[in-house]
């Protein structure tokens, strides 16, 4: 095993090395051999015909120069060629720069592409949003959900799709909720008259989770109209500008500001109403099916490892629920859609 | 143009296919009399409407889509009398306020909930009396301001056998159900158990507690019930009882539509009426009902006479639909006299009571949840009257049910909601926050323990004055607030679960500090109401008498947790003592059919 090593790293070894070492001074000593011979015969020569000699020298001398000169010429183009060579290594450089910024275009263009095909695909268009309102919707979504190292955000799931699309459907329309009047407010406090009778201990504070808190005279849609409004108008009086302007940290402080009820007009609706009501679906759109518009690409079931509707072998894994429920390490496994699970089971 | 129809009399009207009206629907049928079963929802077909589309956790935790319309009515709800109640005007979803919805269509609610099963112990039967007789009636005024506890009016043992015949039909798991309530023995095997759930048993084992398989109404392997259905086995897909939300596609979750209806509709005496909105009971001159109206898809008005009426409505809206008939005495919470409406209590806990958690060294997939409220363990120990009360300042105890069950039982996001939306869930670093939440390295076993609820005369039914559903009949109005005899059970129990916690090996176990829930108020309708309608012996605070035949309506019965006397009382889900109390229901009307008049 020394042996091979050895040869492997070029340090030849053994008979055959040595035979080869040896060859290099066998041609050597015939050579010596013959050279010797030949200045011999010029030594005899020269003591007999030594004018002729000194002629020779000049024109050799000449010769010299000429060579000399030639040698200087040819040193003189090699310097120029190598000016060449670099000139044209610089030029291969610059191009090769500009075929990884044309391939970063292209990549780019092919993304925008296949987003356009996604969008067009999954019908990311607004259906009840005003571009402006979008526009509020979207640095609401952004500064909620923000894509970072953490993985991709709010925008990328498509959060601002899911909720146009709620808007415009059952839960903007408020199709599902109970409508009828009277109108009045939670957290009253009394005596509070309704109807000719009167309630001493007014209305209860209700959470945001309890099902009483919104009494208002309008449905979801409208109450998203006057809070997009109305969150644009205080961006303004206190920010000194539209929403989507603002500094993502001004966008959070802001919203914070709605939590705690600063702004002291807020349209019809209190603001910390609508902030809840901007959570609540902003990370709805992040999590619930994709279906629904939003959690494009799962993004937001990859973030909390959510597996949708993958039981544990939807991909093949040859996982089964009944042994995952029951194990205690928790084992990472690819979601899978509403909308794959039944293509899958069709 | 809405007509009037006029339809020939039957032997029974069964209003609502929830899983009590299922149950009487079949015993009629197939004891041979012509029945008709009401239901405002459809006949879903749940292997067809529910395999491809109930993994819809916005769907169906938020849309509600196979759930009631609340735009078509809903319930208000006031803590106090001196309050204006608000009606809920939407569902609410995140685990803090999310609620389940009414039922829609064959099933009712029993069609989404968490399949929690358990019998009531012998002390819930005799909550009064027992109390009275052990610690006083002054121990009991004082543990419960207002208590207007009343007893069953039949015993534990009285039940037993119809427990026994309901569970064979319903498919309920579990093992033998400890040695504290004895005869019970559930017909299907227990769930495979959870780590956490077997670490729960043995450290209770180890403290000399007698723990056992929470039982549920999964059913673990197919079966054939009492009446000929075959009832397919669970497929363990895990979208089952998250926050009672999820349909079961398979059947194996117990309901009406998957145990008793296919059979009453077998014997051809069940006529089922589905996308019907009853309104009212039409009632002679002697108090008795004579026929139901309700309308139909079009408008038309339905007349319907019987010779018995079964109200299998749910909570709030059977009371309301005898309020509105003018049936029974209205509860008037000033004299305290009537009774309809009256012994309300919630039987959902509180948000916020003293608890105790602790870090045990388990991880899991807690999206792969299993089923329901499958695969954990309860003991008795710490329930009802098994802690001698003396000296003590409540009554009842913190049932630990469930304790390592599948995690969260389900599909679950909305948790990120679970202490509602604020300030806190913007940016990156709530984001990082919940990265991985469905992939716990390690696990926090939280145990919120309460007590009973049991009824105060603060607490009632009745109809509201102010608002009307989408026919113009007013909403049911519910006045309810938590008790606070739930907080001093909670504040006693939480040390003592701490020791179990502990002997799990559970680390960095923490009890939050007592709480006299002063500040907590109820603020969505509970998905339990145990009373309102109550059974009993004493037509002054009663309804029902024993055969859940109505004082005062003698051709009128109703089956539910609506009818139980004594108030939510922690120790199990409602649909089980209710389902076995529903078969005496059952029994009644047959001995009505066959001889008018009271039942004695």
């Given at each position: ?17 040595a ?148 808007l ?22 009394g005596?509070?008259t ?33 809070g ?47 902030f ?52 205690s ?18 | ?29 197939k ?29 169906i ?14 319930v ?34 029993t ?17 009064y ?28 043992d ?13 498919g ?8 504290l ?16 759930g ?10 000399g ?80 009902a ?260 109505c004082?005062?309506?003698?051709n ?43 039942l004695?």
């Amino acid at each position: 095993m020394s042996e091979k090593s050895n040869e492997e790293k070029g340090q030849p070894v053994g008979t055959n090395g040595a035979q080869q070492t040896k060859m290099p001074s066998t041609d050597r000593r015939n050579f010596l051999k013959y050279a010797g011979a030949g200045v011999a015969g010029i030594v005899v020569g020269a003591a007999v015909e030594y004018p002729i000699l000194n002629g020779q020298i000049q024109a050799d001398n000449a010769q010299i120069s000429t060579l000399q000169g030639q040698v200087t010429s040819l040193t003189n183009q090699v310097s120029g060629l190598n000016g060449q060579i670099n000139t044209l290594n610089g030029q291969i450089t610059s191009l090769n720069g500009q075929i990884t910024t044309l391939n970063g275009q292209l990549t780019a263009d092919q993304q925008q592409i296949s987003g356009l095909q996604a969008e067009v695909t999954m019908g990311q268009g607004l259906t009840t949003l005003s571009i402006n309102e979008s526009k509020t919707v979207e640095a609401m979504v952004e500064a909620i959900i923000p894509s970072d190292s953490g993985g991709p955000g709010g925008k990328e799931a498509g959060v601002l799709y899911f909720i146009d699309r709620q808007l415009t459907t059952d839960y903007g329309k408020s199709a599902n909720m109970y409508t009828k009047g009277p109108y009045v407010p939670q957290g009253l406090s009394g005596p509070v008259t309704v109807g000719g009778i009167t309630y001493p201990g007014g209305t209860a504070s209700v959470p945001f989770a309890g099902g009483q808190r919104l009494q208002y005279a309008m449905d979801m849609r409208e109450f998203w109209r006057q809070g997009l409004a109305s969150l644009q108008a205080y961006s303004n009086s206190a920010y000194n500008g539209n929403f989507e302007t603002l500094t993502t940290a001004q966008q959070v402080q802001a919203l914070t500001d709605l939590f705690n009820n600063k702004p002291t007009t807020f349209g019809a609706i209190m603001p910390q109403d609508f902030f809840n009501e901007v959570i609540f679906m902003v990370w709805s759109g992040f999590l619930m099916d994709p279906l629904y518009g939003g959690n494009a690409n799962m993004v937001g079931w990859k973030h909390v490892a959510f597996n949708g509707v993958n039981m544990g072998n939807f991909y093949g894994e040859g996982l089964h629920t009944t042994d995952l429920m029951v194990a205690s390490t928790p084992t990472r496994i690819q979601p899978a859609s509403l909308a794959q699970f039944q293509k899958g089971s069709g | 143009m809405s007509q009037t129809i006029e339809h020939p009399a039957v032997d029974v009207v069964v209003l609502g296919l929830g899983a009590m009206g299922g149950l009487i629907a079949v015993e009629t049928a197939k004891a041979g009399y012509k029945t008709v079963g009401l239901e405002r929802g459809p006949y879903w077909n749940f292997t067809s409407d529910f395999t491809e589309t109930k993994y819809d956790e916005w769907g169906i935790g938020f849309m509600r889509k196979f759930d009631h319309n609340l735009a078509i009515s809903t319930v208000t709800l006031r803590n106090d009398r001196t309050q204006f109640a608000l009606p809920i005007r939407r569902n609410t979803a995140g685990n803090a306020g999310q609620y389940t919805s009414e039922g829609f269509g064959v099933g009712g609610m029993t069609q989404h909930y968490g399949g929690l099963m358990g019998r009531f112990p012998p002390w819930v039967y005799q909550m009064y009396s027992e109390t009275v007789n052990k610690y006083g009636l002054d121990f009991l005024n004082a543990a419960v301001p207002h208590q207007d506890v009343t007893d069953w009016p039949m015993t534990y043992d009285d039940y037993v056998p119809y427990y026994n015949r309901w569970e064979k039909m319903w498919g309920v798991t579990g093992t033998t159900e400890g040695p504290l309530v004895p005869n019970a023995n559930f017909p299907l095997p227990p769930a495979p158990p959870t780590p956490i759930g077997t670490m729960f048993r043995d450290a209770s084992e180890a403290l000399g507690y007698h723990p056992y398989e929470t039982p549920t109404s999964l059913a673990t392997q197919g079966f054939t019930n009492e009446y000929g259905v075959q009832v397919a086995p669970c497929v363990y897909d895990g979208w089952c009882g998250a926050a009672c939300n999820y349909v079961c596609e398979t059947g194996a979750k117990a309901n009406t539509a998957n145990r008793t209806i296919p059979a009453a509709l077998q014997t051809g005496n069940l006529d089922m009426r589905t996308g019907t909105w009853i309104y009212r009971l039409d009632t002679d001159s002697t108090g008795k009902a004579t026929a139901v109206r309700y309308l139909d898809i079009e408008g038309n008005v339905h007349v319907q006479p019987a010779k018995v009426f079964f109200n299998g409505l749910w909570g709030f809206n059977l009371v309301r639909m005898m309020l509105l008939s003018g049936i029974g005495k209205p509860y008037d919470p000033v004299t305290i006299t009537g009774s309809l409406g009256r012994g309300a209590a919630n039987g959902v806990p509180a948000a916020n009571v003293r608890s105790v958690s602790g870090t045990v060294n388990i991880g899991g997939n807690s999206y792969c949840a299993g089923n329901a409220l499958a695969g954990g363990f309860a003991f008795m120990e710490f329930a009802d009257d098994f802690v001698d009360h003396t000296g003590l300042d409540f009554i009842g105890g913190a049932y630990p049910f469930g304790i390592g069950s599948y995690l969260g039982g389900g599909p679950q996001n909305f948790d990120i909601f679970a202490n509602g939306p604020d300030q806190t869930m913007m940016g990156s670093s709530f984001k990082a926050s919940i990265k991985d939440t469905f992939l716990p390295q390690k696990l926090t076993v939280g145990i919120a323990p309460y007590g009973p609820w049991p009824p105060t005369t603060d607490w009632f039914i009745d109809v509201d004055p102010h608002y009307t559903d989408a026919y113009g009949d007013p909403l049911p109005r519910l006045t309810m607030d938590y008790g606070s005899n739930t907080f001093k059970v909670a504040n006693y129990f939480a040390p003592k679960y701490a020791d179990v916690l502990t002997r799990m090996g559970a680390t960095n176990v923490q009890v939050t500090g007592p709480i006299d829930g002063s500040d907590q108020h109820m603020y969505t309708w509970p998905a339990h109401i145990r009373g309102g309608a109550r059974l009993g012996t004493d037509p002054n605070v009663s309804v029902f008498n024993k055969y859940h035949q109505c004082w005062t309506c003698e051709n009128l019965f109703a089956a539910g947790e609506v009818t139980d006397p004594t108030g939510d009382n922690t120790t199990v889900g409602g649909t089980h003592p209710a389902g076995a109390a529903s078969y005496v229901a059952a029994e009644g009307i047959i001995k009505y059919l066959k001889s008018p008049g009271m039942l004695a």
